[in-house]
């Protein structure tokens, strides 16, 4: 798949409660064949995950409580 490898991939949120020391709460936000996913902040507690997924646009609204 020369060319395509960076199509091979899940797009995830995976947050942290304690600075980074561990690790939880996957979010899935795009399943394979995903790639090129960008994040923008909208707020202090919400942000927009923006992916290429199957060759069409997908976008997901996450909030951090």
Known sequence: MEGRWHRNAFVKIITSA???????????????????????????????VVCDHDDRVQAQQVTLS
């Open 18 to 48: 304690d600075m980074g020391k561990t690790w939880g709460n996957q979010l899935i936000i795009a399943e394979m064949p995903a790639a090129w996913a960008g994040l923008l902040p909208l707020s202090d507690t919400s942000l927009l």
